[in-house]
């Protein structure tokens, strides 16, 4: 990133600081390119990525749920459970979310039909014992800092201008971070938000 861009991105967050009252604060927009979450399965052939990426995109934008509902209904499922992954899969039969949650120490992995809005195949755990140490302190800070995954796909969306096809924690150079990516238009924008209180978990 040029240092003109990482200054406008810079003055971006600023603004939007003001803007996001009681929700994560530090929003950082970019664009261009394919987040790394929407790459398909086309070994770097850029113009098949796009056409994948087009498909995608275009079975989301005809799916009646949207990725805020599919968290809560993930959530509905065991009280007090809070999301930590979630994405839109348009690659299968039937669209989908992947929502994964975590309640009681364990991470527990929800199918949820992005037509109706029905659990699709039952739901899995994991035991947080069986992550890896760098997921386990991911999941730790999740469950210990008060914002949710939900709070900033609400910002992301508003910050972007469009709706969110997938959302999930990523740490870069020490910081627990919300990374959102945001279909606005035409266009893929990656959403980073850093919890107030992150940095310090």
Same mark, same amino acid.
């Given at each position: 990133?040029?240092? =003109?861009?990482?200054?406008?991105? #810079? ?20 664009? %261009? ?14 113009? !098949? ?24 209904? !993930? ?29 009681? +120490? ?10 109706? %809005? ?6 899995? =755990? ?24 939900? +709070?900033?796909?609400?910002? !992301?969306?508003?910050? =972007? ?12 150079? %020490? ?18 938000? #850093? ?7």
């Amino acid at each position: 990133m040029n240092a =003109a861009r990482r200054r406008v991105c #810079e003055l971006l967050a600023i603004a939007l600081s003001g803007l996001l009252i009681a929700a994560p604060a530090n929003a950082l927009v970019t664009a %261009g390119g394919t987040p790394t979450a929407l790459h398909g399965e086309t070994d770097g052939d850029a113009e !098949a990525d796009r056409q994948a990426v087009s498909r995608e995109i275009e079975r989301f934008r005809s799916s009646s749920i949207s990725i805020s509902q599919a968290m809560a209904i !993930a959530e509905a499922r065991h009280a007090g459970s809070t999301t930590a992954d979630v994405s839109f899969d348009g690659g299968s039969d039937v669209p989908v979310y992947r929502v994964k949650t975590l309640h009681n +120490d364990r991470l527990w992995r929800h199918t949820i039909n992005a037509a109706t %809005g029905e659990l699709i195949g039952g739901e899995a =755990a994991l035991p947080l014992a069986e992550l890896d140490l760098d997921d386990r302190s991911n999941l730790a800070a999740l469950g210990a800092i008060r914002h949710r995954l939900a +709070d900033a796909v609400r910002v !992301a969306e508003r910050a =972007a201008s469009g709706k969110a096809i997938s959302g999930g924690l990523v740490r870069e150079r %020490g910081r627990l971070n919300f990374a959102i990516v945001v279909i606005s238009g035409d266009d893929l924008k990656e959403v980073i938000l #850093e919890p107030p209180g992150a940095r310090a978990k």
